[in-house]
């Protein structure tokens, strides 16, 4: 039960950090009309923070079945 | 390859492979394989998130709004991350009380209410139908693109085709047929349907293939990879416009508004309650879903982008619409077989969506809206049907026919009118407004009936005026003027800036708008009603039942808020009804063995059997008519509120107790472990004095020997034996005079003689009685003890005991060679303070405390354990504390220790 608690803590926290990712004021640092590597920086950084949001997903639920 | 039999043949190949899996899936159910048992197949499922207007409906947003189509997704992805504090609960709650819909679990959480559950069903039917619509419009609109290759026309072109020669009337009832053969083959308690999750995994990988295909195909076979179509698409102004979005607040609370949207669409949407909820096999899966899902968005939004640049580089402005970009693309690259698979992964995309929405939607039709009516009726049909199990699996192919009818009449004569994605929001902003009722009721016991119908009645009220029936007056059924002017000509009530609130987006987006003002009035109806009404007992029970789902022992036992009198036979006969005599025998014998029943015919028609034979209703008729069902047949007393509170207090008591119990054994385990503490250190203790009580009398004993053995010694060696037996004799005495002092100390019989002493007269006699051993070591001494010390109370000789002690352990911690040790008097207050000091190895910091703990030595590495009983520092401490004082040590290894303590002065001083 604690390690559902603990896992279930780690996530709300993605959430939130999910939640400062996707929106503003964040969002603003990323909203200029740039290139990076070739890609607009927006959406290099849209791709880039919802993988890392997946990935920490991931790790949070893998192993253990 | 392209003409219109191929196309037809390959599309309807496609249904009948879906056809095929389902058949297999169901099949394989049946054997009890499943095939859908495991988290890749539960996360494809949930893909039946994306249709068509993910497939066609994304890159016509992006050419519109660049990031816009993103939120749609990254929404589902933050609501992921909460499936385990939220969808799991959901779950949990949806198995445990058979809940097969929306609508059921809404209706059931607020007292197994009718009218909710009819509500939530009107909601969903009128918010979903255009969604489906959509659907048909882009299975319908593709056709018409591919059959007219390889022109490429706008996707506009469906002027006026009869009904009976427009293909998308045909596939919408082939999709009836399929929703039909797999959705109600029979009437399962359960509500799951393997075959079609198992058609919709495999259309989700269907579709996500075309759309990766032609992703692949556009980026690299028409450009030269991403950096060559940003680079491209960069140099035109028109597109790099898209590169970012507007920075101004109403398009950022849009952006946030969209994700929130979603958040709650993917929970809510009844073809995603259905496969995550009800379809879900194991909770357990969730674990591999919650991130597999969001990673499929992910994938299949990679290349939205590219699609996007390479078509409005490829198409002059406005030749094309960027709905169908991609389907165009590679159409006019004249890859016809890509396009064909193209075209069959949106029909996938489309189908999906409409098999299962189809399904739930008639799920909630027959059990919330029509069996309540049905149930209410006194005709003689319904009381004395003997099996009424057909009439509900026809009631629900109706419905699905029904659902489709209107999704087709829909797109007929409105959705054709309007863009792909406004449809989609439309629906998703509908369905958020089951936010609060769900949301709330599952983490809230406080929201009641009341406040979910005033919050759910009137979010709706709002959306339908601010987006649904602006979205009428566009397609044309009536006149429009009240978007622009107002009704009545009132400014401040143009739906698409209610009160003057204008965000979104972009400036022509009004999804925001509606989401704000319906969710703000939802929200504000639901805290309100729940706060200012009563819940009723069964209110209440189904509230704690819903928070509490995952305490170990429930709140409340349901058999316990049931009183009244029914018979078995009766019970049995209103369960045939519905499930048919034969499963409802192997329902009884199933409940009779779980429950230790010789027999069906033993089991009686108590609360326990009354809630199991409701709950069997429950899966098939839903919560709220099930209650009505079995109240029907059971005379049942009404239980008071009061009753409830009762029962809810008793278990909370209950509760309560064991914490405390818990508690005490916490505490008397940890009392138990130091008593075991205690005793490992009493036995090292036993064995250190009984080691340190040999060592003299095995000496005195040899010298004993040799001299009785040799009587002739010379008479100085004589005196030097007899002055070691001496020695240790003394030693033996004072180690039993401390172990004695000691136990005396430790049971409290200890006689101490209080008179008024001078300091200096204790120092001095101490120093005295250890002169010979400072000097044994030539150990350099050194005294500061101020002149007029003022006399303290205490017992004279345990204080020089004290000093003794202290100043014998400083000689022995002192190294062999430049020993020093200094000692200190002062007064410090109104005590008197004293400090003995040696430069000795120190103590480590973790050891200061406890030397003072009785049978406590400290063993130093190399040195083993220095020699003495360990009482000494525990002695001390006790005289010291019987005369009020405090001792402690202050020391850092390697650089000696200081033993200090303090006595409190003479009063009469």
């Not at chain 2, 009890?32 to 890749?40: F, L, V």
């Not at chain 2, 009904?163 to 045909?170: G, P, Q």
């Not at chain 2, 495999?202 to 032609?214: C, T």
Request: proline share 4%.
């Amino acid at each position: 039960m604690t390690r559902d608690k603990l896992k279930n803590g780690r996530l709300v926290a993605v959430f939130l950090i999910g939640l400062v990712l996707f929106n503003y004021p964040l969002l603003s640092l990323f909203n200029m009309d740039r290139l990076f590597l070739g890609v607009p920086l927006f959406y290099v950084y849209m791709f880039a923070a919802w993988l890392a949001v997946i990935v920490l997903t991931a790790w949070i639920t893998r192993g253990r079945s | 390859m392209l003409q219109t039999g191929v196309i037809l043949l390959c599309s309807f190949g496609y249904i009948g492979i879906l056809f095929a899996i389902a058949f297999y899936g169901d099949k394989a159910a049946e054997s009890g394989r499943s095939i859908i048992s495991n988290p890749y197949i539960y996360a494809l499922s949930l893909a039946v998130y994306c249709t068509a207007w993910t497939f066609y409906g994304s890159v016509g947003r992006a050419a519109e709004t660049g990031v816009g189509f993103l939120p749609i997704y990254i929404g589902p992805t933050l609501m992921m991350t909460l499936g385990w504090l939220v969808l799991r609960k959901i779950i949990r709650i949806s198995k445990s009380h058979s809940i097969t819909s929306i609508a059921d679990f809404i209706a059931s959480r607020y007292g197994k209410s009718s009218v909710l559950g009819g509500i939530v069903t009107v909601m969903a039917v009128v918010g979903v139908v255009p969604y489906i619509a959509l659907q048909l419009k882009a299975i319908s609109a593709s056709y018409l693109l591919i059959k007219h290759y390889p022109h490429l026309g706008s996707a506009q072109l469906f002027s006026d085709i009869p009904v009976f020669r427009d293909t998308a009337f045909y596939v919408a009832m082939m999709l009836a047929v399929f929703a039909i053969a797999f959705g109600t083959r029979n009437l399962e308690a359960t509500e799951r349907h393997e075959g079609i999750v198992a058609a919709i995994a495999f259309e989700s990988i269907v579709k996500l293939l075309a759309f990766l295909a032609v992703g692949i195909f556009v980026t690299f076979g028409l450009f030269r990879g991403f950096g060559d179509i940003f680079s491209r698409a960069g140099a035109v102004e028109n597109i790099r416009r898209l590169w970012t979005m507007d920075t101004s607040a109403a398009a950022y609370s849009g952006w946030s508004m969209y994700i929130f949207v979603s958040m709650m669409a993917v929970l809510l949407l009844p073809r995603q309650f259905q496969v995550a909820v009800v379809e879900n096999v194991d909770e357990k899966h969730l674990d591999k879903a919650i991130w597999l899902f969001p990673l499929y968005l992910l994938a299949i939004n990679i290349f939205v982008l590219p699609v996007t640049f390479g078509g409005l580089l490829r198409f002059a402005p406005g030749s094309v619409d960027a709905d169908t970009f991609v389907l165009t693309l590679p159409m006019a690259a004249h890859r016809e077989g890509l396009a064909l698979f193209v075209f069959i992964g949106g029909l996938s995309a489309a189908t999906g969506m409409v098999i299962v929405e189809t399904m739930a939607l008639s799920t909630m039709i027959c059990n919330d809206l029509v069996m309540p009516v049905l149930l209410r009726i006194p005709h003689p049909f319904f009381s004395r049907q003997k099996d009424l199990g057909g009439l509900l699996l026809a009631i629900r192919r109706g419905s699905i026919v029904l659902i489709l009818l209107m999704g087709y009449a829909y797109f007929h004569f409105i959705a054709r009118f309007l863009a792909l994605v406004s449809i989609g929001m439309v629906s998703f902003t509908a369905v958020a407004q089951f936010a609060p009722a769900v949301i709330g009721g599952i983490f809230w016991k406080r929201g009641t009936r009341a406040g979910a119908l005033w919050g759910l009645v009137g979010g709706f009220g709002v959306w339908a005026y601010t987006l649904f029936l602006p979205s009428l007056a566009e397609a044309g059924l009536f006149s429009g003027r009240f978007i622009l002017e107002g009704p009545w000509g009132i400014g401040l009530l143009r739906p698409y800036q209610l009160l003057g609130l204008d965000i979104g987006f972009t400036p022509t987006d009004h999804i925001a708008n509606a989401v704000c003002w319906s969710l703000l009035i939802n929200l504000a109806g639901y805290l309100g009603g729940s706060l200012f009404s009563r819940p009723t007992a069964l209110e209440h029970a189904q509230a704690a039942l819903f928070v509490d789902i995952f305490r170990k022992a429930p709140v409340v036992d349901r058999t316990s808020l049931w009183r009244g009198e029914t018979s078995i036979r009766e019970l049995q006969a209103l369960l045939a009804r519905f499930l048919g005599e034969k499963r409802t025998l192997e329902a009884l014998q199933q409940y009779a063995v779980r429950h230790r029943f010789s027999s069906v015919e033993k089991i009686p028609a108590d609360a326990g059997f009354v809630t199991y034979a409701e709950q069997l209703l429950a899966g098939t008729v839903g919560s709220a008519s099930a209650r009505v069902l079995v109240s029907s047949v059971a005379k049942e007393e009404p239980i008071s509120i009061d009753e409830v509170m009762d029962i809810l207090d008793e278990t909370r008591q209950a509760i309560a107790y064991s914490h405390r119990l818990e508690k005490l054994t916490v505490e008397l385990r940890a009392a138990n472990e130091r008593l075991q503490e205690l005793d490992r250190m009493k036995d090292e203790f036993i064995s250190t004095v009984t080691h340190e009580l040999r060592t003299p009398l095995t000496s005195i004993r040899s010298i004993a020997e040799i001299l009785s053995e040799n009587t002739n010694l010379p008479p100085e060696k004589q005196r030097a034996f007899s002055a070691i037996i001496l020695k240790e004799s003394e030693r033996l005495s004072r180690l039993i005079a401390q172990v004695l002092d000691f136990q005396k100390m430790d049971s409290g019989m200890m006689e101490w003689r209080v008179t008024d002493i001078d300091a200096l007269g204790v120092i001095g006699d101490a120093l005295n009685a250890t002169r010979q051993l400072i000097q044994e070591k030539r150990i350099h001494l050194e005294t500061f003890v101020a002149s007029d010390l003022p006399r303290v109370r205490g017992d004279r000789d345990r204080l020089i005991q004290v000093m003794v002690n202290l100043i014998s352990n400083a000689v022995k911690f002192c190294p062999d060679h430049g020993g020093r040790i200094v000692i200190r008097a002062t007064t410090d207050g109104d005590h008197l303070r004293v400090e003995v000091q040696d430069n000795g190895i120190g103590i480590q910091p973790e050891d200061q405390k406890i030397i003072f703990e009785k049978f406590r030595q400290i063993r130093h590495s190399g040195r083993g354990r220095p020699p003495g009983s360990g009482l000494g520092l525990a002695i001390v401490k006790s005289i010291i504390d019987h005369h009020g004082g405090r001792i402690w040590v202050e020391s850092r290894p390697g650089q000696g220790a200081t033993f200090c303590f303090t006595l409190p002065l003479s009063r009469n001083d």
